[in-house]
């Protein structure tokens, strides 16, 4: 089992900036990747950016140049750095991991609203 608490949410203008951050405990040693993935206001969950446990990343179009993921594995823990934050980044961010045997595990979501 693995579990995962996410923090940094918040309420930002246009423009501004956050730090996500997502910690792992339990078997973390069967984590093979983690990830971002958010649900805007009466849409589906959407990836938003992930990192396998080599450092290989992957991101959304949407986010490409805004957003970037990374990992301090002492720490167990994924931070997402959001900048240059727009209206319709606003939504439920949720952490995820995905084992070695492709289980995947997520966070309870925190919330990030960009508006003036």
């Known amino acids: 089992q693995v579990q995962l608490v996410e923090s940094g949410g918040g309420l930002v203008q246009p423009g501004g900036s956050l730090r996500l951050s997502c910690a792992a405990s339990?078997?973390?040693?069967?984590?093979?990747?983690m990830g971002w993935y958010r649900q805007p206001p009466g849409k589906q969950r959407e990836l938003v950016a992930t990192?396998?446990?080599?450092?290989?990343?992957n991101y959304a179009d949407s986010v490409k140049g805004r957003f970037t993921i990374s990992r301090d594995n002492a720490k167990n823990t994924v931070y997402l750095q959001m900048n240059s934050l727009k209206p319709e980044d606003t939504a439920v961010y949720y952490c995820?991991?995905?084992?070695?045997?492709?289980?995947?595990?997520w966070g309870q979501g925190t919330q990030v609203t960009v508006s003036s």
């Open positions: 995820n991991a995905i084992t070695l045997n492709v289980t995947d595990y």
């Open positions: 990192i396998t446990s080599g450092g290989s990343t």
């Open positions: 339990g078997s973390i040693f069967s984590i093979y990747a």
